[in-house]
C-alpha cells in the first residue's frame, strides 16, 4: 500500500518569506502527485498535479512543487507567501496502474501553514 | 458551474442511530468519491462510485455504505454510529479524465455524543 509523508506537521513562516512543504512518498512505480489546500471549514481545493512530463510544477495562487523520483519526493514551494496563505495543505499520491479503474487518493497527514505578519 | 454540494453541512446524533449523508456533483461528473477526515487519522478513502457502481472501497467496517443514483448524486450512510464516527465526510467528483483531479465539496460534519 502507497504512503505519503508530510514531514512537519506546522510551519510558521513570516509574510514574504518564502516556504517550503515538504512530501515523501513510499510507492517505486510511476504515481501521480497532487497538493491539495484546505481553508477553514472549506472542503479540499486541487493546488497543482503531476502526471507526467516536466518535474517542476507549476500551481495556482504561485505555488510550484518539484517531482524527484530519486528521492521519492514532492515538495511544495512558494517564493514570497501572503496572509492568505495560512491553511492546510496536503499532499497526495493515486496509482495509475492500481487496475480498479479508480482514482482513490491516499493522503499525507497534512502541514498547517501560519504566516505571520 | 455549480460546485459540489454537501448536505447537511453540520449534523449531532447519539450513539447507536444511523445517518444519511448528501452530495450532489458537479454537473457532467460522474465519479464520487467519499473521504472521512479526522484530527488523529487524517484523510481516508471511504469509497468511489461511478455510474451507480462501487468501484473502489476503502478500509472501512461494513456500517459505512453507499450508492449512487443515475444522476451521480450520491448518499453515504453510516449505522449504529459509534463516537469515532465523529468526523468531517467529504465528498469529491471527478470526471473521467484525470486520474485524482478531485473537486470537493465543503463537508459535512457529523458529531456522535
Known amino acids: 500500500a502507497q504512503s505519503v509523508t508530510q514531514l512537519d506537521s506546522q510551519v510558521p513562516v513570516f509574510e514574504e518569506a518564502p516556504v517550503e512543504l515538504r512530501c515523501n512518498y513510499s510507492?517505486?512505480?510511476?504515481?501521480?502527485l497532487f497538493w491539495y489546500v484546505q481553508y477553514p471549514n472549506q472542503g479540499l481545493q486541487l493546488l497543482l498535479k503531476y502526471l507526467s512530463g516536466s518535474t517542476l510544477v507549476k500551481g495556482i495562487n504561485g505555488f510550484e512543487a518539484e517531482f524527484n523520483k530519486s528521492q521519492t519526493s514532492f515538495h511544495l514551494r512558494k517564493p514570497s507567501v501572503h496572509i492568505s496563505d495560512t491553511a492546510e495543505y496536503f499532499c497526495?499520491?493515486?496509482?495509475?496502474?492500481?487496475?480498479?479503474?479508480?482514482?482513490?487518493?491516499?493522503f499525507g497527514k497534512g502541514t498547517k501553514l501560519s504566516v505571520i505578519p | 458551474k455549480a460546485g459540489v454540494t454537501q448536505t447537511p453541512r453540520y449534523l449531532i446524533k447519539t450513539r447507536g442511530q444511523q445517518v444519511t449523508l448528501s452530495c450532489s456533483p458537479i454537473?457532467?461528473?460522474?465519479?464520487v468519491s467519499w473521504y472521512q477526515q479526522t484530527p488523529g487519522q487524517g484523510l481516508q478513502f471511504l469509497f468511489e462510485y461511478f455510474s451507480e457502481t462501487q468501484r473502489n472501497k476503502g478500509n472501512f467496517p461494513g456500517r459505512f455504505s453507499g450508492r449512487q443514483f443515475s444522476n451521480s448524486r450520491s448518499e453515504m450512510n453510516v449505522s449504529t454510529l459509534e463516537l469515532g464516527d465523529s468526523a468531517l465526510y467529504l465528498c469529491?467528483?471527478?470526471?473521467?479524465?484525470?486520474?485524482?483531479?478531485?473537486?470537493f465539496g465543503e463537508g459535512s460534519r457529523l458529531t456522535v455524543l
Open positions: 454537473s457532467g461528473h460522474r465519479s
Open positions: 497526495a499520491v493515486s496509482d495509475p496502474y492500481s487496475g480498479a479503474g479508480s482514482y482513490q487518493l491516499t
Open positions: 510507492s517505486s512505480v510511476s504515481v501521480y
Open positions: 469529491a467528483s471527478s470526471t473521467t479524465g484525470f486520474a485524482g483531479e478531485l473537486f
